[in-house]
């Protein structure tokens, strides 16, 4: 497993914006598919996002389409996801994994997941 950290998150108001970052190890991010999931409270962990090792594909989950944009660094070994709009709804905590296929992690099989960092958005 890598070990991942993610970093930002915080409180903003509906409407706003916040950039998460995830730090991976560096020796192995290059060859890693990436991906952000959410957990609001009482709820099942959901995927938000995935981006391909070279950053030249990226799929996202349909209540985040069009606000929500993931990205990638891989001279710096940083995925980011940034969080455009904010909806009261985004409320959760926001994790960020790794995998070997895109496939794969849309549908959670993360082979490594961060800590997680909490987003809150308010009225």
């Known amino acids: 497993q890598e070990e991942l950290v993610e970093i930002g998150g915080g409180s903003v108001h509906s409407g706003g914006s916040l950039n998460l970052s995830c730090k991976a190890p560096?020796?192995?991010?290059?060859?890693?598919?990436m991906g952000w999931f959410r957990q609001a409270p009482g709820k099942e962990r959901e995927f938000d996002a995935v981006i391909n090792r070279s950053g030249t594909y990226t799929s996202y989950a349909e209540p985040v389409q069009g606000r929500f944009t993931i990205s990638r660094d891989n001279r710096k070994d940083l995925v980011f996801l940034q969080m455009n709009n904010l909806k009261i709804e985004d409320t959760a905590v926001y994790y960020c994994?790794?995998?070997?296929?895109?496939?794969?992690?849309?549908?959670?099989?993360?082979?490594?997941w961060g800590q997680g960092t909490q987003v809150t958005v308010s009225s």
């Open positions: 560096a020796h192995s991010f290059h060859v890693l598919v």
């Open positions: 994994c790794s995998g070997v296929l895109t496939s794969t992690i849309v549908n959670g099989g993360c082979d490594s």
